[in-house]
């Protein structure tokens, strides 16, 4: 922008820039970036002038470094990154100067903290891992400090259970569950702190939901499902008083359907399916209210199908096959709705593979052949267009294998040999090929190594002149030997 010879007293020049900072920030809140940038940028210009007129104000020095961690805030919010790392790395360099000038200031070392704060949000944003990890430490150190400057400001805190959470989903994206409940038991210990010392602090529910929400689910995938029920239930207190102050907010609603559904997938994992269908109708609805607000966002479906077909497995677990089948074919309905938003999104397309695969089960043991036939090979038909879209993927391959399975024994059900034995073929194929990938299933191998008893036992039926006693016999262990194999892959794709 054009530079103004500023007339104005220092403190006036000073608060002037305080205010449009301030506006800046109500814009940034408003999610009007683009006009909260130019606030911003406006703010930092009359700080540059104070500055200019005296290099040793500390109030100039810290006003500057709050405006330009604002503006890092604002360029985040536009997804310019670089941009926005520019901003936060000269704000932590006001507020180094800031600090030096007075070590004892709390503001300066808690505005510090902040702007390490935004830096790791853009580094997470660009992958850069090893850095996030460096500057998060950073920011929790200057949290610390700034505590103990000032041990009855709730804003250090709640600044530290951040930095703690972010943290514990790397942790927990990067599979390291154990580090993940370390750090998010601290987090929460401090938003407890924080609401203890200042009785009045506005702190949001929601962070505080979203990290006991992380925390149970870290203990889920431990197995630890009593500890990940304890937590989800204060998670679900959380967002429902998050949901309270802004009942709009599509974030809140579809964190706390998230959490109604893994409540019910502790339950399921604990085999209480009955237990289990309240927390997942819950979650469909929850997530049903997460659509309404923003309906053109394609994860939001691809989870409220899945709650649908969690919901149908627990149904076809009771026996309840009817209502099991309306719940997949609404889970169907969501998968397609997503893909439509969202083309390649693989979840969907993966998802929508389970979903007619899960139908085909449903079928098959009502012992309904041909239509079980024909989901299954609907469920091939996706996972192979996801195959297509990440074809360097193990996990692709698995999920072909596993349906082709169930398809050949389909087939070998209903004594359509020929149809079964090149089913059994394809998926060793796709075993091997899995396991080429690097799979880490072992069953692949197993799987690899039934197929051809299979095919042997299959060829023997075809080919030699049996009685009808002992094709019937080498049937039936055909069948139990692919239900064996079932039964293992299903214990797999829910652990």
């Known amino acids: ?3 103004f010879e500023y007339k104005e007293p220092l403190d006036d020049l000073i608060e002037r820039a305080r205010e449009l900072d301030a506006r800046g920030e109500d814009f940034c809140g408003d999610a009007m970036f683009s006009d909260a940038e130019g606030l911003h940028r406006e703010a930092i210009a009359l700080l540059d002038e104070a500055l200019r007129i005296d290099p040793a104000s500390l109030d100039a020095r810290k006003e500057r470094g709050e405006a330009r961690q604002d503006l890092g805030d604002a360029l985040s919010g536009q997804g310019r990154f670089s941009d926005a790392e520019r901003a936060y790395v000269q704000a ?3 507020f180094d100067v800031a600090i030096k000038m007075n070590p004892a200031d709390f503001e300066s070392q808690l505005g510090r903290a902040w702007a390490k704060d935004g830096l790791v949000s853009v580094y ?3 992958m850069r891992d090893s850095e996030v990890e460096t500057i998060a430490l950073d920011a929790i150190d200057d949290f610390t400090r700034a505590s103990v400057l000032n041990p009855e400001m709730a804003e250090a805190y709640v600044g530290r259970a951040s930095c703690y959470s972010n943290l514990a989903f790397r ?3 990067e599979h390291r569950y154990e580090h993940a409940i370390d750090r998010l038991i601290l ?3 401090d938003y407890e702190k924080a609401s203890m010392v200042e009785f009045e602090y506005p702190l949001d529910r929601f962070d505080v939901g979203y990290a006991k929400h992380l925390l149970g689910e870290s203990h889920l995938y431990l197995g630890n499902y009593e500890l990940c029920i304890d937590w989800l239930v204060k998670a679900i207190a ?6 309270k102050a802004r009942p709009d907010d599509e974030h809140s609603h579809y964190e706390l359907a998230g959490a109604l559904h893994l409540f019910g997938q502790a339950l399921q994992r604990l085999e209480d399916d009955e237990a289990a269908l309240p927390y997942l109708g819950a979650a469909v609805t929850a997530y049903g ?5 923003e309906p053109d966002i394609a994860d939001n479906y691809i989870r409220l199908g899945d709650a649908h077909l969690d919901r149908c497995k627990s149904l076809a677990t009771l026996g309840k096959y009817k209502d099991a089948e309306e719940a997949c074919a609404s889970a169907i309905s969501e998968f397609r709705k997503a893909i439509e938003l969202d083309p390649e999104s693989e979840f969907a397309l993966t998802n929508l593979g389970f979903a007619f695969q899960e139908l085909g089960r449903i079928f098959a043991e009502l012992g309904q052949f041909t239509t079980a036939c024909e989901h299954l090979r609907e469920s091939l038909t996706w996972f ?9 993927s193990p996990l692709t391959y698995e999920d072909l294998v596993y349906a082709r399975f169930d398809l050949g024994d389909c087939f070998a059900q209903m004594n359509l040999l020929d149809e079964a034995e090149q089913c059994y073929l394809k998926g060793a194929e796709e075993a091997r090929k899995a396991l080429e990938l690097g799979s880490t299933a072992g069953i692949l191998k197993e799987l690899s190594e039934s197929a051809a008893r299979i095919i042997e036992d299959l060829r023997k039926v075809k080919t030699r002149k049996l009685s009808l006693i002992d094709k019937v016999k080498i049937l039936i262990g055909i069948v139990a030997l692919v239900l064996g194999i079932a039964a293992a892959i299903f214990v797999i794709r829910n652990s």
């Open 1 to 3: 922008m054009d530079h």
């Open 92 to 94: 932590i360099v006001d």
């Open 124 to 126: 997470a944003e660009e």
């Open 171 to 173: 942790d927990y994206f």
């Open 187 to 189: 987090s929460i210990a």
């Open 238 to 243: 959380d967002f429902r008083e998050a949901i």
């Open 289 to 293: 209210v997460a659509i309404e607000i």
């Open 384 to 392: 192979e267009k996801q195959r297509d879209l990440v074809p360097a």
